[in-house]
């Protein structure tokens, strides 16, 4: 035990090198997305004031501190898709050095280091290599819980204030949601001004000077509220079990609750005998496991407060509950394992070994992503180049192929077609289409309005991937223009629009889930079943 303790920082290094090794292999092959388009096409306008006046339209709801940080590192490392990413790849790296630190001081080493790896096998992890500001919010929650830890204890405490409320205020000013991180420092806080029977006044002052960037950010809160009414993700009650689920897995999750009753039943058992600290909760003193749990229920506390404000939430907002998580198990193992260094450095190679195989599989997934968005831009760029208009459904894949068409400095006339009412009558929200339409002045898109075009063009070429925001097909068939299968590209048709009075489509009899544009009530089966009436 005494030798692990004194190689703790090369247990610890071991484990950021595979670490980064991994974010960065992933970050570098991963293609840019519609989320990380908005990212890239924002941060890159010439004046922050610029960015400003972008964030004022509600397109983006999202603070200026993120791309002031993705700008500067674009200044110094350039504009590829990993420069993009690097902000998040650090930042979800000081989360999981915070945690191995703020486990340090309470378990030993190993279990530490469970605690800095067990982030990397959740989902979480995929917001270390995605150029949305989750994994800076992590990583400043994380500095934040660290400098809570040593306030609480007098160590170099006036940094450790300071610290704390830049860090908060730092979360809150990369995303609004990060709001949701201050409850676990109340409860925690809470708990201990019952321990220690006082109120620690500067705690709680540095607490409440985390929220101050709100009152800079009032416009652009105002500006975001306007599409809170039509958000594309609703919060739901049963919400926070889909995102344990999501960020566990079954198996981990029914895993974690067991560990919890076992030893919440243990804690209880040492009470009684008189054997326990009243001040510890297991090997945390009990404030902090007040926090740690304080974390797990962010999603509850998100839905709660999406429900009763907001009216959005989608589980990345939550993404913090990892770090409690990841702290609980960490002190869970380190009890049941009777502080063992060396059963805990064997449960941290199995858990790197896992990291590992489960990157490789995500890297091989990437490169197939990547292969076969480049063909399908190959596909549709054979049919683009003609007189005849070339109309992209899917919102998320117009965006992302426009944005290849740009990189590849290739002139193309993907067109988008967009209208608000009627993305609302068959999505229930109008996000994409207000996104869209604010961003055409800044990013090579071409979008136009449903009705216009249509009156225009009595002929045109539709792709319809079958997204989830994809409507326009669907409009189409209610008008009763003819469409015509010219060709299929995976899961994909591509229609010939004509005016009304033609051709139908002949459709299957029985649904499918091969391929569906108009609901559920009328789906495609695979391409073989589809012909033309002659």
């Known amino acids: ?35 990380e388009l908005f990212t890239f096409y924002i941060s890159q306008r010439s ?24 700008r500067g590192f674009n200044a110094v490392f350039g504009r590829s898709a990993l420069s993009f990413r690097l902000p998040e790849i ?34 979480a992890f995929y917001y270390a290599y995605e150029a949305r500001p989750y994994g800076l919010v992590l990583g400043f929650s994380a500095l934040a819980l660290l400098c809570w830890q040593s306030a609480a204890e007098g160590r170099m405490r006036t940094l450790s204030l300071v610290g704390m409320s830049l860090s908060l205020a730092a979360a809150l000013s990369c995303h609004y949601y990060a709001i949701l991180c201050f ?41 975001a509220r306007g599409y809170s009414s039509t958000f594309w993700a609703k919060p739901r009650w049963t919400t926070p079990l889909a995102f344990y689920q999501g960020l566990l897995g079954p198996l981990a999750l029914l895993m974690l609750l067991v560990i919890t009753i076992i030893l919440a039943l243990y804690s209880c058992s040492r009470f009684s005998e008189g054997t326990a600290r009243p001040d510890k909760f297991w090997t945390l003193p009990i404030h902090e496991a007040a926090a740690a749990f304080g974390f797990v229920l962010v999603p509850i506390i998100g839905v709660v407060l ?23 198990l960490a002190c869970s193992l380190s009890v049941i394992g009777r502080e063992s260094g060396r059963a805990g450095l064997l449960i941290a190679a199995v ?8 990157s490789i599989r995500t890297y091989r997934h990437l490169a197939t992503q990547a292969q076969e968005r480049a063909t399908l831009y190959g596909f549709l760029r054979s049919y683009a180049g003609g007189t005849i208009p070339l109309v992209l459904a899917g919102p998320h894949l117009f965006f992302e192929l ?10 193309t006339n993907f067109i988008f077609l967009a209208d608000a009412a009627l993305a609302i009558r068959y999505t229930d929200t109008d996000d994409v289409e207000r996104g869209l339409l604010n961003l055409r002045y800044l990013a090579p898109l071409d979008v136009r309005d449903f009705h216009r075009f249509c009156a225009s063009n009595g002929e045109f070429l539709l792709y319809d991937n079958s997204e989830a925001f994809s409507w326009v097909a669907r409009e189409l068939f209610k008008e009763q223009r003819k469409l015509t299968v010219v060709a299929q590209n995976g899961g994909g048709l591509l229609f010939r629009v004509l005016p009304k009075g033609g051709q139908d489509l002949a459709y299957a009899s029985s649904p499918s889930p091969a391929f569906s544009i108009f609901g559920s009530d009328c789906k495609y089966a695979n391409c073989s079943a589809i012909r033309s009436k002659q």
């Open 47 to 70: 004046t922050l004031r610029d960015v400003w006046g972008v964030l004022l339209t509600g397109a983006e709801q999202l603070p200026p501190l993120f791309y002031v940080i993705t």
């Open 1 to 35: 035990m005494q030798a692990l303790k004194q190689k703790w920082l090369l247990l610890f290094c071991c484990v950021s090198i595979v670490y980064f090794a991994v974010a960065g292999l992933l970050g570098f092959e991963k293609q840019l997305w519609n989320d």
């Open 90 to 123: 650090l930042g979800f790296w000081v989360m999981s050095a915070g945690l191995f630190c703020f486990v340090r001081r309470r378990s030993p080493v190993p279990f530490a280091c469970i605690a800095m790896i067990l982030p990397m096998l959740t989902s």
């Open 402 to 411: 426009s944005h290849d068409a740009r990189q590849r400095q290739e002139k």
């Open 183 to 223: 409850a676990p420092f109340a409860l925690g806080e809470g708990v201990r001004t019952v321990v220690i029977r006082r109120p620690d006044f500067w705690i709680w002052i540095a607490l409440l000077c985390g929220f101050l960037p709100l009152a800079l950010f009032l416009p652009l809160i105002h500006a």
């Open 351 to 358: 858990l790197v070994t896992f990291f590992v195989i489960e």
């Open 306 to 328: 999406a429900k009763t404000v907001t009216g959005a939430f989608t589980d990345r907002y939550a993404v913090s509950a990892v770090m409690g998580l990841s702290i609980v």
